[in-house]
């Protein structure tokens, strides 16, 4: 279990590392934290002809906020995220998250960026980023794009990203303080990757959604901002309506098979989850009862 | 603890003031270990050695037409790309048979495949190389051409006439049959209130060792000798087997096992990968060294379970469990294994169910095929968990039947304490066990009756939490009954010597082996205790087949039972020898004097006449002060395996509480229980930690562990992170307690306690899932039991 030989660079810049990418462009594949690239790369699964270190460049890391902007270095690890006061108080639902990601090992070596860029369709944080609503900054030979995150995430292990691109941040709006999330999970263990997961951010007023957004992850090729969210929002939410969106989102779902789960107990756990999660947020423990499929 | 004695006004050597026995000490190897300088094969650094990496089959079944290894010779760092045909001219084949298993069949097998491989990771050629990554790029470009055959996966059709035969030699795919019937159980059956069937699936699974396993051979052509180093439990039979097949006498064969990281049965047995490694070293007169990495691992280490059990319960109104039937099927790869075979698992099947219960109405048919997927052969508590599943499945499938509680029912079935000794309706002799007295005090440890109660609160509020019992019975001390009796060079004694140096302190060197498991630990304790000397002056040398006693080594529960009896019986020789010399010295008789505290004192006031350094400094430097025609004997050797029994059983209970969530068919556990009768404990924590162990690795093959073939024999999930192996944060709490019934076969008065835990546990989860899902009328006996399993069962999906 070594890796095929490969050539190396550490980047000394962005700069340093985009001129690398332009150089090497799909012969290379980027290290960040290497927590998916370097088993991969043991196994043998993959065989990058060139590496571009990019892990000492410190002015990709770190949280910043500026007015009502959270902006995440593309190299801030699982580990920062989880400690920052900033993500605790601005976005809370991307700490619950990153609880979820692997283990403290994995998490102190891993990045956002990174799982970004990964685009696992069964990884937390890209789901993440859809109830969030966040943009992605990639940085390339041509300058800076702006990439909406429902426009990112294009397939398994697939992105809006070109090869000669670096993600170099994630921008956040500031959750309002009286925003309110969900975060959960169905894994065989505590770390592995979801059978089927749920992130959500909603703003709720008067016992109702004034905003919700569901971010489905597990249930496709990619994460899923659903749109059957929009069936609950300024509505007085029944069994009725809940059932109704349910099913809505029943439609929205395409989930794969794997040794963990048929694409049925996915579109099943799915809709639990849809239950769990509306119940959690309105505070209305009536909801979650008599859950059938 | 709970603990009687036989005979109280006798004083034992185990009672000795200042004993260690019964007490919970730090194990001598602790620091060693903890500071990281342990020394595992994967350390072990000789010049000139080589790496060997193997390139495996891709196919589960298929005709090799030709290898071209052209390419890859011209790779940097190899040294050599050896076929199976080119390693033959070293090493000879061997066919995995016993003969006390009457019928038994299997088909040699090489340490290369030649011709035809039979199973997806069997290795085609040998890639010697530098280094393992100059062997593992120059393995890919090994281009072999294979015609792919039929391959045989699916166990229940191995037999069926339209069934590709793997070994036409063999004129089917049926390695081993055994029947049994005992008493009447067609009439007892027949007699019933209630006939209850189920049939019970078991998935295959393996150990996943932390350290995986790793050889080092080095063939000495001056000497013409071959030292192994190997992290092998049985470390002469290693040594009688290379010497066997590489045409050596076994004292040209030397056997060395030092730190092992994990073994569970894994690494009992000969593979086929380690023998080319020592043929390798042969061929090539240098070290090589050959280290499974995690994928090869999945793919070669054993598997096991991998059962399909159909069973039959009778009962009465009042409970009386009238007969057990069953009908065993396992699939155990292409060949059995060697040398210990891949039909101990079935045999131990049908050896134990029905085992903890009076009834003596028994029959059963176990079958072991062969198939195209890798070999299985014995792990951890070999058969127990099968044989507890279906047993404890049927008797509380029988209990739901009537309308019985799972306690009662069994408190009207196990056999009573005071019936000893007896024996099972299979045939095997109990000396003495304490299923009564365990699930007294297990009831009384989990306080059931309050349990029973939160239960039924919380189905109220659509909580579903089960409750799980499972009694077994468990196989340890083996005698030559194991494998000596059918033919198998595994020697079921062991052996101690032990010396007082010229410090006066000890050296003992023993043929057991550790593991992890607290070998070395236990037997210091006993020497220590025997001797009357503290235990950092006792060292404890073991794993080394030049500097050791012959025997068995540590497997099947045997190391205290038997390697500690020998340590016991050895030390006491030192002792009276030590005392006959303290005599003389002192002008005094052995019986007035006694050893305590490294010290020779005079029994009636415990004062100190002699210490031992200054006894073994005129021993050894001084002989010519001692008085004419004494020679002292300083070292004494003893072997022991017990006689009287096959095997030493013990028994115990286990109980599993746990939740059900009915809409995700997540189960979470959340407490465990085990009441287990090992007879004497040396070290309470060791046994504890060691039921412990061992309950996780029966709860993994409850809830997670699983290899998962596809239809065409291709093993789907032989990584980390698709073959769920037990981790802590989904474990519970685990309580144990003891009930303690010495065997009297042996002064000192210990059994096994390995297999308890893995034993019992899945059968008390599968017990409690179903009590979970009573209301819903779901029953499942198949694991693991995975959400998607119990959703289905649920109906939910």
Redesign the interface.
């Known amino acids: 279990?070594?890796?095929?030989?490969f050539d190396y660079a550490r980047a000394t810049s962005v700069a340093h590392a985009l001129e690398l990418l332009t150089a090497h462009g799909e012969r290379a594949k980027v290290l960040a934290g290497g927590q998916s690239l370097l088993p991969a790369m043991n196994?043998?699964l993959m065989a990058p002809e060139f590496i571009v270190d990019i892990g000492e460049l410190a002015e990709l890391r770190g949280v910043t906020v500026k007015g009502d902007v959270l902006t995440i270095g593309a190299l801030t690890r699982h580990a920062d995220l989880l400690k920052s006061p900033e993500i605790a108080a601005h976005a809370p639902l991307l700490r619950d998250a990153v609880a979820h990601v692997a283990h403290p090992a994995i998490r102190n070596r891993g990045t956002i960026g990174g799982s970004l860029a990964q685009a696992d369709p069964a990884s937390e944080l890209p789901a993440c980023m859809l109830a969030l609503d966040a943009t992605i900054i990639a940085r390339g030979p041509r300058g800076e794009r702006r990439i909406a995150a429902d426009e990112f995430f294009a397939g398994i292990y697939e992105t809006a990203l070109a090869p000669q691109e670096l993600l170099i941040a994630v921008e956040l709006p500031v959750q309002p303080k009286d925003s309110t999330h969900y975060f959960h999970e169905?894994a065989?263990?505590?770390?592995?990757?979801a059978?089927v997961g749920l992130a959500a951010q909603a703003l709720v007023r008067d016992g109702r959604f004034a905003d919700l957004r569901l971010g489905f992850f597990a249930v496709g090729d990619r994460p899923l901002l659903a749109r059957s969210a929009g069936e609950l929002i300024d509505v007085a939410v029944t069994p009725a309506v809940l059932a109704e969106a349910s099913s809505a989102l029943d439609e929205e779902l395409s989930p794969l098979e794997d040794?963990?789960?048929?694409p049925?107990?996915r579109r099943?756990?799915a809709k639990?989850l849809l239950m769990r999660c509306v119940s959690s947020l309105l505070s209305r423990p009536d909801l979650c009862?008599g859950?059938?499929? | 603890m709970t603990s009687t004695s036989a005979n109280p006004e006798t004083l034992s050597a185990l009672d000795r003031p200042n004993s260690y026995i019964g007490k919970t000490v730090p194990r001598p190897n602790l620091d060693r270990l903890m500071q990281g300088r342990g020394l595992y094969v994967s350390d072990i650094e000789l010049p000139r050695m080589v790496h060997v990496v193997f390139v495996r089959s891709p196919h589960a079944h298929a005709k090799i037409i030709g290898i071209d290894a052209s390419a890859a010779k011209q790779m940097p760092g190899v040294i050599a790309i050896v076929s199976g045909g080119e390693l033959a001219a070293v090493i000879t084949p061997w066919v995995g048979v016993l003969s006390h298993l009457k019928g038994m069949k299997s088909a040699p097998q090489n340490a290369i495949a030649i011709d035809r491989v039979c199973w997806q990771g069997e290795a085609v050629a040998a890639v010697v190389a530098n280094s393992r990554a100059q062997g593992e790029d120059a393995a890919e470009l090994v281009s072999v051409d294979y015609q792919e055959l039929d391959a045989v996966t699916d166990m229940r059709t191995a037999l069926d006439p339209t069934t590709a035969v793997i070994h036409a030699s063999l004129g089917d795919n049926l390695a081993f049959e055994r029947n049994h019937d005992a008493g009447t159980v067609d009439q007892a059956l027949a007699e019933s209130d209630e006939v209850i069937e189920a049939e019970f699936i078991f998935g295959r699974h393996t150990g996943v060792t932390l350290e995986p396993r790793a050889v080092v051979a080095d063939w000495n052509a001056a000497e013409a000798r071959l030292t192994i180093y190997q992290g092998s439990q049985a470390p002469h039979m290693v040594q009688n087997i290379a010497a066997l097949h590489l045409g050596l006498k076994e004292s040209q064969v030397r056997v060395v096992c030092k730190d092992v990281g994990g073994s569970f049965g894994i690494k009992v047995h000969i593979y086929a990968d380690e023998m080319a490694a020592y043929a390798l070293s042969k061929l090539l007169r240098r070290p090589v060294k050959f280290v499974a990495d995690r994928v090869e691992s999945f793919n070669t280490d054993i598997h096991a379970r991998d059962h399909r059990c159909k069973g039959k319960i009778g009962v009465k109104r009042d409970g009386t469990i009238t007969a057990f039937e069953i009908d065993d099927l396992t699939g155990i790869g292409p060949y059995s294994m060697y040398p210990r075979t891949s039909a101990i698992e079935a045999n131990q099947v049908v050896n134990l169910v029905g085992g903890p219960y009076v009834t003596r109405n028994y029959r059963a048919r176990a079958r072991v095929v062969f198939q195209n997927k890798n070999v299985m052969c014995q792990y951890r508590a070999v058969g127990h968990p099968i044989a507890c599943s279906v047993t404890e499945g049927l008797v509380d499938l029988a209990a739901m039947k009537i309308g019985m509680d799972p306690i009662e029912i069994r408190r009207r079935n196990l056999i009573a304490d005071d019936a000893y000794p007896c024996a099972s309706p299979s045939g095997l002799r109990f000396e003495q066990l304490s299923h009564h007295a365990a699930l007294a005090k297990l009831v009384r440890m989990m306080d059931y009756d309050a349990l029973r109660a939160e239960q039924s609160a919380l189905r109220a509020r659509n909580i579903h939490r089960g409750i799980g019992i499972a009694s077994f019975i468990e196989v340890t001390n083996p005698s030559a009954a194991f494998y000596g009796v059918g033919g198998a060079k595994i020697s079921s004694q062991d052996g101690v010597a032990v010396r007082l140096d010229a410090q006066g302190s000890v050296i003992c060197q023993t043929s057991i082996t550790e593991q992890g498991q607290g070998s070395e630990s236990l037997t210091a304790q006993i020497v220590g205790s025997v001797l009357g000397v503290s235990m950092d002056r006792v060292r404890v040398i073991l794993g080394d087949t030049d500097n050791t006693p012959y025997g068995g080594g540590t497997w099947a529960s045997r190391g205290a039972g038997i390697g500690g009896e020998a340590a016991l019986q050895a030390t006491k020789v030192l002792r009276k020898n030590i005392l006959d010399v303290a005599a003389a010295i002192l002008q005094s008789t052995a019986g007035e004097l006694d050893i305590v505290n490294n010290v020779v004192v005079t029994v009636v006031d415990g004062a100190p006449r002699i210490e031992l350094s200054e006894l073994a400094r005129i021993v050894y430097f001084r002989p010519d002060t001692l008085p004419p025609g004494i020679q002292p004997e300083l070292m004494a050797t003893r072997h022991f395996v017990p006689r009287e029994y096959p095997f030493a059983f013990t028994n115990g209970v286990q109980a599993s509480w746990l939740d059900v969530d009915i809409d995700t068919g997540f189960v979470k556990l959340l407490k465990h229980w085990v009441v287990e009768d090992c007879g004497t404990i040396i070290n309470p924590q060791l046994v504890d930690e060691q039921i412990r162990g061992g309950v996780v690795q029966g709860l993994g093959a409850a809830l997670f562990e699983k290899c998962v073939y596809d239809e065409r024999g291709q093993l789907t999930n032989a990584n980390m992170a698709d073959y769920l192996v037990p981790m802590s944060g989904e474990m519970p709490d685990i309580d144990v307690g003891h009930v303690v019934s010495p065997t009297l076969e042996s002064e000192l008065g210990a059994k096994g306690a390995g297999e308890a835990g893995t034993a019992g546990a899945a059968a008390a989860v599968t017990n409690a899932v179903n009590d979970a899902l009573k209301p819903f009328g779901a029953i499942i006996t198949e694991i693991p039991l995975t959400p998607q399993i119990i959703l289905t069962a649920l109906g939910r999906i």
Do not use: N
Request: glycine share 4%.
């Open positions: 279990m070594k890796a095929s030989a196994l043998r169905f065989r263990r505590h770390g592995d990757y059978i040794q963990q789960a048929t049925a107990m099943h756990l639990v009862t859950v059938s499929a």
